[in-house]
């Protein structure tokens, strides 16, 4: 194993050891350190950790703010929205065409989080101002039949949910002509709109 992908966010939270990597369910650095130490030298001691993380989490649940109330953050949203105004100005200058699709969590019942789908709408409305075309695959996603998550603790979409966006963007992509049609080429997409 010489080369692998790993999002930028987790880096941090890796070690790459020999026969594989180890991940530690901890985002604080002080924490990772010590659970990565962990996991390499003592089984016994990592059982341990991973039980008393576990177990102060379950604790602090109750005092948590629901990720279902969270208000959209003004400041993130400013910073979000001034760095596809950066995108689209470099995309622009190479007359390449730029589509912005704001995403979503869902909970268990397939339903996005309203302060996810405010966030979404102000994307939307900001994107259309500015002459960006934008793709927001909710609907579709709250119209599945199969469940948008990997499982009740995971928010990340299942594999049903990603094919039913890729569908969605090839779909967007092929109907608005983004892609130039090549000469010579006998194949085709077979595309269903969603």
């Not at 990597?21 to 089984?43: K, M, N």
């Amino acid at each position: 194993m010489d080369e692998f992908v790993i999002r930028t966010s987790q880096v941090q939270r890796i070690r790459k050891v020999e026969g594989g990597v180890l991940y530690s369910i901890s985002g604080r650095p002080s924490l990772t350190a010590l659970d990565l130490w962990l996991e390499q030298h003592t089984f016994a001691g990592t059982l341990v950790f991973h039980g008393g993380f576990s177990l102060v989490h379950k604790f602090l649940a109750p005092w948590r703010v629901p990720t279902d109330k969270m208000a959209p953050n003004k400041e993130l949203l400013e910073l979000g929205l001034q760095e596809i105004k950066r995108v689209h100005d470099a995309t622009n200058q190479k007359a390449i065409k730029l589509i912005v699709m704001p995403i979503a969590s869902f909970d268990t019942d397939n339903f996005a989080y309203p302060h996810h789908v405010s966030t979404n709408s102000a994307v939307k409305e900001w994107c259309a101002a500015q002459g960006i075309m934008t793709l927001d695959p909710t609907n579709a996603l709250e119209a599945s039949t199969t469940p948008l998550r990997l499982n009740a603790e995971d928010y990340h979409w299942s594999a049903s949910a990603n094919a039913i966006v890729g569908q969605k963007l090839a779909s967007l992509v092929v109907f608005q002509n983004l892609i130039p049609a090549h000469r010579g080429s006998h194949r085709r997409l077979a595309l269903r709109e969603i």
